[in-house]
């Protein structure tokens, strides 16, 4: 088995030659995502090599080259090099030497078999040379690729009381890899039956491997067992809408959207602020992540499909773009008839150029009204009056108000 060159440009390319002519002949093979993605036909996203030879001695001699190297995982084996935009990780071969369920400690090995044993599943434990010549040390590998199988390096059961990531991992690469193909019976009954072990997991490797789960063109039918198994409850005891989700993988085929992870998590757990905010804190999700869950969760600004223009239009400088969006496409996943007029909505809110509001503190001040509650007072009255009108007056007419406004407030 042959990786193709001219398929996989990565191969070739002038960063991969550069790198490998620094390493002594037969010491470097591509691993993992790479080979597996290669040999599937699907996109190659990042670059990891597996070494024979020991993380300082690739950092001497990669430095000697000219990369750029990161030494931030060496502790566990792991370089970190770049060389025009490409990265590459770079990882000696290692062994496990005990595990409890959480990490590794770990020892250096010269042998590929005994690195291929501590990777989680026959397909991530493919090597290819520079050559593009696949290796399969567990001899199973290419076989599981040809089937889209997931199956774990070695006996399931063992393998996850290991490292209990690996359930998440064994549903995330059926989701992407094996979602049209029966499951590996071993592997999917032990997931289910060690499943309490996902609790001792850490929040961020947690929720980092869902959202990966999520991303897959058809997450439906891998989230489908998860929730028959009970894992979907114990992973995400606010989000178990399966259903919902299907409703809304359904739209996206038909209306041709990129997959979203955010939307298919909202979809899975309903409009409920105190929920998702359990959600958002339990996954420890970031600022940015939350805002986006809390302000579509917590919205209570009015939205339908039959709204007049300047209606709709106000509706989404108050909810915000994206809260029209994702509140627009979650209600027309599933929506039956009602589905276009929806949809309608969600293109409406996504092609609205938002207007500026004309009117800034500056402007006031020049009117002389101070600093202080008092101007903030009066931008709000102003703007909401701007927003009553479909944001149509002009700032003289802005300006003239906010002088009868302020005369109003203070008594001037
Ligand atoms: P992708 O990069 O597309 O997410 P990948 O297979 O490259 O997929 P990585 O997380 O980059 O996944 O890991 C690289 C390789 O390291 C895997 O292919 C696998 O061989 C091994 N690996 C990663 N995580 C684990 C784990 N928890 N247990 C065992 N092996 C693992
Ligand atoms: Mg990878």
Redesign the pocket.
Known sequence: MKLDADKNPWLDAAPTRKLFAALPKDSARF????V??ALLGAPV??L?IATTLEPAEVAKRLKQAGFAVHETGIAHGTLTVVCASTVF?I?TLRKDVSTDGRR?TVAFTKDWNEDAQ????T???LYADLAGQVYDPTGQGIADIKARKIRF?GDART?IE??Y??IL?FF??TA?YGHDRIMDKGGLAACRDLQSGLKTLSAERIWSEIK?LLSAPYPFRTVNVMLVGGVLETLLPEASNAEGLQYLCELEAIKSLEPDPYLRLMVMSGRDELATARLCKRLKMSNKEKARLMAWAGDQTKLTPDMPKKESEIAFYTAGRQVAMDRAILRAAGAGADMNRWWHVYLQAKNWQKPDFPVAGKDLIELGIPHGPALGKAMRALEALWIKSGFNVQKPQLLTAAKMLFRNLDGL
Do not use: H, I, S
């Not at 691993?31 to 790479?34: E, K, Q, R, S, T």
């Open positions: 691993v993992g995502g790479c597996r993605n996203a990042d990891d990780e990882t590794a501590r990777r989680d599943f397909m991530n434990a390096v393998r290991e490292d990531l690996r991992r995330r690469f992407w990966k």
